[in-house]
């Protein structure tokens, strides 16, 4: 069964911390996303990636950064975090841009406090 | 940029109830995605549609792509207490092949 595994399930941590999400996913994918979930607003897109070492920003990408050093590997990092960055991070792989679908990890529940 | 309606918000059904949704959008799309998250977990997939018109299921979800190619529609028949969770639907741009998601319907079952 293919995966994509987000190291925590729940975090807590203080303002100004520095904060890495990690996503792995062992299904040889090219693509690898990081979205936000927030009710009401949805699922919003903050970096993808199409290639190792290859980033884009997304619809809400300030504050964040990413880095993608293995393929199967995507890290969502928030250099400084702030309190509006409590949130759900969902992380997903899919294996082409067209005509796939998306495989979704389980979510980090961050709160910063 | 593109962006998808989807409705309702939120919805509230006894067991057994059918239930529809549906996204629409002013742009077109060139595949449409339908998920469901159940409660703390990520979204998986549930049908895809890539081509106008085109009617699938999945045990008893049915979903048809819209031959506008601006909306979609899901429906659920004989809903059972494990289709409680949020739906969402989602595009693929025809322009650069990003996927853009609805903002979800969250389906609530009475007892």
């Known amino acids: 069964d293919v995966k994509v595994t987000q190291s925590s399930r729940y975090l807590v941590k203080r303002t100004g911390e520095k904060v890495f999400l990690e996503c792995v996913q062992d299904m040889d994918h090219e693509n690898m996303f990081w979205y936000r979930q927030d009710p009401g607003l949805g699922l919003r897109l903050i970096y993808f990636?199409?290639?190792?070492?290859?980033?884009e920003k997304g619809d809400i990408p300030e504050g964040y950064s990413v880095s993608r050093e293995k393929k199967e590997r995507f890290s969502l990092i928030l250099e400084s975090a702030s309190t509006n960055q409590t949130s759900m991070y969902l992380c997903?792989?899919?294996?082409?841009?067209?005509?796939?679908?998306?495989?979704f990890g389980s979510g980090t529940r961050l709160t910063v406090v | 940029g593109q962006q998808l309606n989807q409705s309702p918000q939120s919805m509230f059904i006894q067991e057994g109830e059918d239930v529809s949704m549906n996204c629409t959008s002013s742009?077109?799309?060139?595949?449409w995605l339908w998920y469901k998250q159940d409660p703390g977990e990520g979204p998986v997939l549930l049908i895809a549609l890539y081509k106008a018109g085109e009617l699938t299921s999945n045990g008893r979800l049915t979903a048809q792509f819209g031959i506008t190619r601006k909306d979609s529609f899901l429906n659920i028949s004989a809903s059972i207490p494990s289709d409680v969770g949020i739906y969402f639907c989602a595009g693929q741009t025809p322009r650069d092949d990003k996927i853009i998601f609805g903002k979800g319907t969250r389906l609530h079952i009475l007892p």
């Open positions: 997903a792989s899919s294996v082409d841009r067209v005509d796939s679908g998306y495989t």
């Open positions: 742009s077109i799309f060139n595949t």
């Open positions: 990636s199409y290639d190792v070492k290859m980033k």
